[in-house]
C-alpha cells in the first residue's frame, strides 16, 4: 500500500476513535434522582490522585481506599465531613437533598480518597472545570454541577453544525450564568452536540468556539444584548395538566386561556372517571385560564390563585416554572 | 448631552446660529426629557391607571425586574432595603444629569411598536416619574460581575413607597397598585386571594422593621427584598442563637466586593405575632452592627428572599402593615 493511503487511512481511523470515544464521555460524579442529587464515585472511573502539598501524581492503583468524601464549594472543601456509602466493591454514594444546594453560588466539588488524596477526573468528563486557588487557574480540574446538567435525556438539545476544526466547543448562557467551562460540546457526525435538562423557562445562550464567542446560526430566536451583539434564545416548556373534577354531568368542557388566546374550541377537555382532564405543553410563565362547560364560563373550583384581567374579569392563574 | 453639543459650538458662532441651537436643544431636551424621567416596564400587565403586575426573574435569590430608562434596557433588582433610585454608574455617567433638570414632563411617548407599551401611555398616572425622585449613581459593576447581569440599577423605597406592593415568589411577580396618603388603595380590585394575617411594622426611615421573637426573646429585624439570605447578629442574646443551628461555612461577596467566611445554618422557631411564625429559615450569623448606617436603625437581623419564599406578602408602607396570602396547596 502507498505510505499516503496508509497514513490517511490511519488518522481516519484515529479520527474516528476520538471522536466515538468523546461521545462516549459521560457526567462523572454525582446524578439527579428526584429531589436528591447523589454523588457517586466509581473507583475504576480514576487512574490519578494529587494531594494539596504540591505532590506529584500518583497512580490511583497504589492507593489502598479506606474512605471517600466528597468535598466542595458547598462544605468549603471539608476532607473529612461529607463521608460517602460504599455500596459494592468499586462504588460509593451519597445523597442530598437537592435543595440544600440553592444558596451557593457554584457547586464544584471533588472526591478525597483516604481523606488526603483528590481524585482527579479524568479530562474526557462533561462536567469539568479548571480549579482555581486565590484567582489563579491550577493545572487541575474540578467536577461541577448545577441546576441546568447534562443529561442525554435531557430536554433541550443544543446543536452547531460544522466546525470540525474546532479544538473545543463551549456552550455558555443564562442557565449557567454564562460559565466558559462547565458544558463541553460533543463532536458528531456533522458538527457539535449537547443534550441539557432545563427547567422551563426562556434562557439565552451562545457558543464559545476554540474562545470566539458566536450566536446558535440555526435559531433565529435571537435577543439584543448589552454588547451590541445578539444572544440566542431557547424556550423550555413542560407538560401540564389541568384538572375540573365537578360538572361530571357535562356534555362538553373546553379549557380555553392566555396560553391559546382564549380559544373557545380548540382544547376540549376528555372525560375521566374522576373528572375531566386536558394535557398541554407550555413554556415557563403565568397564564390565565378557564373552563368553559356546556357554554358557561367558569373558574378553576380547585385553584385559589385567580387574578383580574383588564377589564376587570376574574380567571384562574397558573405558574409554569 | 444636546446641552453639551451646544455649548461646544457655542463660542465660533455668529448669534443668530446660537439662538436657533439653544431654541433647538430647548426642544430636544423638553421631549428628551419627557421620555428619560420614566421608568417603564415592558412586560408589566398594566391592569388599570392605579394597578401594575411586574413579572420577576430571581437571580440566585435577586428579585429583578426588566425596565427601560434613559433610553436604556436592562435589569433592576427591587430593594426594600435602599433608600433611593441607584443608577449603575457604569451604565449612566453623571453627565446625564436627569435629575437635575426641571422639565415638566407631558406623558406623551413616542409612538411604539409594542403593545404593551402604547397600553402605558393610556394609563400614564402610573408610570413612575423620576423627576421629584431622589436617585444616586453608584458603580454597581461588582454585582454585574458575580451575577453575570445587565445591571441599570435598584428600585428602592422612594420609588416603591406610593403604591402598596405584593411581592410573590408563587407567580413570580410584584403586584404595585397606587394608595392615598393614608394608605388606602385607589383601585378597589386588586387581589382575589385571601389575606389570611397581617402584622405590624415601624418604619424607620426607609427601612421595615417588624418585631419578632425566639426562645421568648425579642428582636427587630429588617425586611428586605434584596437580601439574598436571611441575618442574624453575632450579637444577640445567646438564648436566640440556641435556636441557630449551624450548617455550614459559606463565602460570600459583600457589598464591598470583599469575601467574607460566614456562618450559615437554620434560624428555628422565629414568630412575628401569635399567629404568624416561620419554620427554619437559612441564615447566616454575621456582624450587623457596620450595617446600621446603611439601614439607618439598629437591627437584630434581616429577613430576605428566605422570609418571602415562606410568605406570600403585601408591603403597606402608609399603613405600616404586612399582610400575607398562603401559597397554594394545589397545583395543576
Not at chain 2, 11 to 28: A, C, D, R, V, Y
Not at chain 2, 115 to 130: A, I, V
Not at chain 2, 148 to 154: A, D, E
Request: charged letters at 25%; one cysteine or more.
Amino acid at each position: 500500500m502507498n505510505k499516503t493511503v496508509a497514513h490517511i487511512i490511519i488518522l481516519f481511523l484515529v479520527f474516528i476513535t476520538t471522536t466515538t470515544f468523546a461521545q462516549k464521555s459521560k457526567v462523572k460524579g454525582y446524578r439527579i434522582e428526584g429531589d436528591e442529587i447523589v454523588f457517586s464515585f466509581d473507583k475504576r472511573d480514576y487512574k490519578k490522585v494529587t494531594n494539596n502539598n504540591f505532590g506529584a501524581e500518583k497512580d490511583f492503583e497504589d492507593i489502598d481506599i479506606n474512605s471517600v468524601v466528597v468535598a466542595g464549594e458547598f462544605n468549603n472543601w471539608s476532607l473529612k465531613k461529607w463521608r460517602m456509602i460504599k455500596i459494592s466493591e468499586n462504588s460509593y454514594e451519597l445523597r442530598k437533598k437537592i435543595e440544600d444546594f440553592t444558596d451557593e453560588f457554584s457547586w464544584e466539588f471533588k472526591f478525597v480518597i483516604n481523606n488526603y488524596y483528590w481524585a482527579e477526573p479524568s479530562r474526557d468528563v462533561v462536567n469539568i472545570s479548571r480549579a482555581t486557588k486565590n484567582g489563579k487557574k491550577l493545572n487541575v480540574y474540578n467536577l461541577n454541577f448545577t441546576t441546568a446538567y447534562v443529561d442525554e435525556n435531557g430536554n433541550a438539545t443544543f446543536k452547531l453544525k460544522g466546525f470540525k476544526n474546532a479544538h473545543n466547543v463551549i456552550l455558555s448562557g443564562t442557565f449557567n450564568k454564562w460559565n466558559e467551562d462547565y458544558f463541553n460540546m460533543v463532536p458528531t457526525d456533522d458538527g457539535w452536540e449537547l443534550t441539557l435538562q432545563l427547567k422551563p423557562g426562556e434562557y439565552e445562550y451562545k457558543f464559545i468556539v476554540d474562545g470566539k464567542w458566536m450566536e446558535d446560526p440555526s435559531n433565529n430566536l435571537k435577543k439584543r444584548n448589552e454588547f451590541d451583539g445578539y444572544n440566542s434564545v431557547i424556550k423550555i416548556y413542560k407538560w401540564v395538566t389541568f384538572h375540573l373534577k365537578t360538572n361530571l354531568n357535562a356534555k362538553k368542557v373546553i379549557l380555553s386561556g392566555s396560553f391559546n388566546d382564549w380559544d373557545e374550541n380548540k382544547y376540549r377537555m376528555i372525560k375521566t372517571e374522576n373528572g375531566w382532564e386536558y394535557t398541554l405543553k407550555l413554556f415557563g410563565g403565568k397564564y390565565h385560564y378557564k373552563f368553559i362547560v356546556d357554554d358557561y364560563w367558569m373558574v378553576d373550583p380547585d385553584n385559589p390563585v385567580k387574578e383580574f384581567d383588564y377589564d376587570g374579569n376574574i380567571n384562574s392563574v397558573c405558574i409554569v416554572k | 448631552m444636546n446641552n453639551c453639543l451646544s455649548q461646544i459650538y457655542f463660542e465660533n458662532m455668529p448669534k443668530t446660529k446660537i439662538i436657533l441651537i439653544l431654541f433647538l436643544s430647548f426642544i430636544n431636551a423638553t421631549s428628551f426629557a419627557s421620555d428619560i424621567d420614566k421608568l417603564v416596564f415592558p412586560k408589566a400587565e398594566i391592569l388599570n391607571k392605579y394597578t401594575a403586575r411586574i413579572p420577576f426573574k430571581l437571580i440566585d435569590h435577586l428579585i429583578v425586574v426588566e425596565a427601560n430608562v434613559l433610553n436604556k434596557k436592562g435589569n433592576f433588582i427591587i430593594d426594600t432595603g435602599s433608600q433611593n433610585l441607584i443608577l449603575n454608574k457604569v451604565h449612566f455617567p453623571s453627565q446625564y444629569g436627569h435629575n437635575k433638570k426641571r422639565v415638566e414632563t407631558t406623558g406623551v411617548l413616542n409612538s411604539l411598536d409594542n403593545p404593551l407599551q402604547k397600553k402605558l401611555s393610556e394609563f400614564n398616572l402610573l408610570h413612575f416619574s423620576l423627576k421629584d425622585k431622589n436617585s444616586d449613581i453608584i458603580d454597581l459593576s461588582h454585582i454585574e460581575k458575580s451575577k453575570k447581569m445587565h445591571l441599570l440599577g435598584i428600585i428602592g423605597y422612594s420609588i416603591l413607597k406610593d403604591y402598596e406592593i405584593f411581592i410573590d415568589l408563587y407567580l413570580n411577580q410584584i403586584t404595585l397598585t397606587k394608595v392615598d396618603k393614608n394608605g388606602n388603595k385607589l383601585d378597589p380590585k386588586v387581589y382575589l386571594e385571601k389575606i389570611v394575617d397581617s402584622i405590624d411594622f415601624k418604619l424607620k426611615k426607609h427601612t421595615i422593621v417588624v418585631n419578632g421573637s425566639i426562645n421568648s426573646q425579642n428582636l427587630k429585624l429588617g425586611l428586605d427584598t434584596a437580601a439574598e439570605f436571611n441575618q442574624i447578629n453575632k450579637s444577640v442574646n445567646k438564648k436566640v442563637l440556641k435556636h441557630f443551628v449551624p450548617k455550614k461555612r459559606i463565602n460570600l461577596a459583600g457589598a464591598s466586593n470583599k469575601q467574607i467566611e460566614v456562618l450559615a445554618g437554620n434560624l428555628h422557631r422565629l414568630k412575628l405575632s401569635k399567629t404568624v411564625y416561620l419554620g427554619p429559615m437559612k441564615t447566616i450569623l454575621t456582624n450587623l452592627s457596620k450595617m446600621q448606617e446603611a439601614f439607618g436603625v439598629q437591627l437584630d437581623g434581616i429577613l430576605g428572599y428566605e422570609f418571602f419564599k415562606y410568605k406570600r406578602t403585601i408591603i403597606n408602607y402608609q399603613k405600616e402593615k404586612l399582610y400575607f396570602i398562603n401559597y397554594p396547596l394545589i397545583t395543576q
